[in-house]
């Protein structure tokens, strides 16, 4: 006699006689494990949506092609910013002032004391802004189960805006006060936790919203949204740099501002009830114990007594990153996601590489983004959703997944390594391409680990993603800033051992996910 798959429902519930399906919503991210939680959900089974949320769904796909246009538009007069401010010091103190307004030409600041001094400024940056959404992502995700996910979005708009106008001032000062004071601006970005926290709570919406058998889909058109802000930023901000150094600043400041207005009109995504696609997709019936869901009903009931009712304790967050670390697949998630962040960070030299190394201006470097976004949006708009197609089962999800994972891994070694070896102009640009066609990455980690925790715990996963991701920022910028140095003398440029290193890096970690098997 054949065995039906159990329902996905009891995967997910700890289903018992003895829950009360009349309890009180308790919405405390801290108390999701908790029965309380499960009773809630329980209840919660029988108002199913049939369908996504759509306005959610607008609102976040347009908040977040705000917020990586006003980074986008940055990228490169943020670093030209930098440069002036370093080459206007270093004259300074050779010769005396050499003036304002546009500042120094750009053949004057590619001498190995400036390049250093830049190399030293945005290392050190990319690490300091790592640190707010360490320290914070977990007491965020806190606030965003307890109070929903709008009121961080609104914190984090705060704090980018401030910090953006701090870097403004300092380098407008242009000399009169220390460039390394833009460090600073890393202190604003604790309120809201900065980049890595928002786009936490976007992806947590997009998995509030969307059902388990369409995430990987919707995941990756979300995850398209920043490489289509690249082909659209660069030129803008080329063109507005041949106008004024500042004309891209007050664009990002005004998308910046947009944000408050679409954060006030969206939906609260924490205050759906549950899709029923969530509650009905089936598993194999021979699934593997190692692969079992992040809570059982005896987990749930035994940490009940252990987890603080209060979501903003800090003891609660240890549970929350303890309780994910317990699973061996998420374990493995999170490998991916600590390790690529520190590769990829490689990427904020490419504009300084080809600059130094085959004499670009700075701002026709904006062009290297649109190669790479080319590559990116090919996968994540266009191949990945059209190959991921809503699957009968888990365990097919999760397959289709991880092979997604292995072929980006690879493609970004390669992707890479030619940018290491690159000697010529053409080079640079293919080997940026190729390192786009790897970001399907991040749409096929989530996919993977989102299928390993009931819908509950979405703020919970993402939010532990942040720190795990931030950590490796502030491991990688400083390190990354170091090798780039390696090779520098007068006239000649970085060798680009950094580069080296990430091929090196998504090399490893193509290994791993070759050996990683779901078991039946």
């Known amino acids: 006699m054949s065995v039906s798959p159990p329902d996905e429902r009891e995967r997910l519930l700890p289903w018992n006689d003895d829950i009360d399906p009349s309890a009180e919503e308790d919405d405390g991210i801290g108390t999701q494990s908790h029965p309380q939680y499960w009773k809630q959900s329980v209840a919660a089974v029988k108002g199913f949506r049939s369908h996504p949320s759509t306005p959610i769904l607008f609102c976040t796909f347009l908040l977040f092609f705000l917020i990586s246009f006003s980074r986008h538009i940055i990228e490169v007069p943020i670093i030209r910013l930098f440069e002036l401010a370093a080459c206007h010091e270093y004259y300074s103190r050779l010769q005396g002032a050499i003036g304002h307004g546009r500042g120094p030409d750009g053949r004057l600041c590619n ?75 890393s202190l604003f970005t604790c309120i809201g936790g900065g980049q890595r926290v928002a786009k936490a709570m976007l992806f947590t919406i997009v998995s509030d919203a969307v059902d388990a058998s369409h995430r990987t889909r919707y995941l990756s058109f979300l995850s398209s949204i920043p490489h289509i802000t690249t082909l659209i930023a660069p030129p803008l901000s080329a063109i507005f740099m041949r106008i004024s150094i500042w004309l891209p600043f007050e664009v990002a400041i005004g998308a910046l501002t947009l944000t408050y207005l679409l954060i006030l009109a969206m939906p609260e995504s924490s205050k759906l009830p549950p899709l029923q696609q969530d509650e009905t997709i089936t ?80 701002s026709n470097t904006t062009f290297l983004r649109v190669s790479q976004a080319l590559g990116a949006s090919l996968v994540t708009i266009f191949a990945l959703p059209l190959l991921s197609h809503p699957s009968p089962s888990i365990r097919q999800s999760r397959l289709f997944d991880l092979a997604v994972l292995r072929a980006s891994l690879l493609v970004a070694a390669i992707g890479f390594a030619v940018l290491w070896q690159a000697r010529a102009s053409w080079m640079l640009v293919l080997a940026l391409f190729i390192c786009g066609l790897s970001e399907a990455i991040q749409p096929a980690t989530q996919g993977l680990a989102t299928s390993f925790v009931p819908r509950g715990l979405n703020a919970r996963l993402f939010t532990t993603v942040a720190v795990v991701e931030t950590v490796g920022k502030l491991a990688g910028g400083p390190a990354h800033s170091a090798l780039f140095k390696i090779g520098r003398t007068e006239g000649r440029g970085s060798l680009g051992v950094n580069f080296a290193a990430s091929s090196a890096v998504f090399g490893a970690l193509f290994l791993l996910a070759a050996v990683v098997r779901l078991k039946r």
């Open 111 to 185: 001498v190995p004391d400036v390049q250093n001094e830049l190399s030293t400024l945005t290392g050190w940056k990319f690490g300091l802004d790592a640190i707010p959404g360490l320290l914070l992502a977990i007491y965020y995700g806190s606030v965003a189960g307890k109070y929903g996910r709008k009121p961080v979005l609104l914190l984090f708009s705060t704090g980018m805006l401030l910090s953006l106008g701090w870097i403004v001032l300092v380098c407008w000062l242009d000399g009169r006060v220390p460039i390394r004071l833009i460090w600073l601006s």
């Open 283 to 362: 598993t194999s019936s021979h699934f593997s114990p190692s692969h079992q869901p992040l809570l059982s009903p005896q987990s749930s009931s035994s940490s009940s007594k252990s987890i603080p009712e209060n979501p903003l304790n800090p003891s609660t967050w240890a549970t929350e990153i303890l309780t994910l670390l317990s699973h061996p697949s998420l374990r493995f998630t999170l490998t991916i996601f600590f390790s690529t962040r520190i590769a990829l960070i490689s990427k904020a030299f490419v504009y300084q590489h080809a600059s130094e190394s085959f004499g670009w201006e700075m």
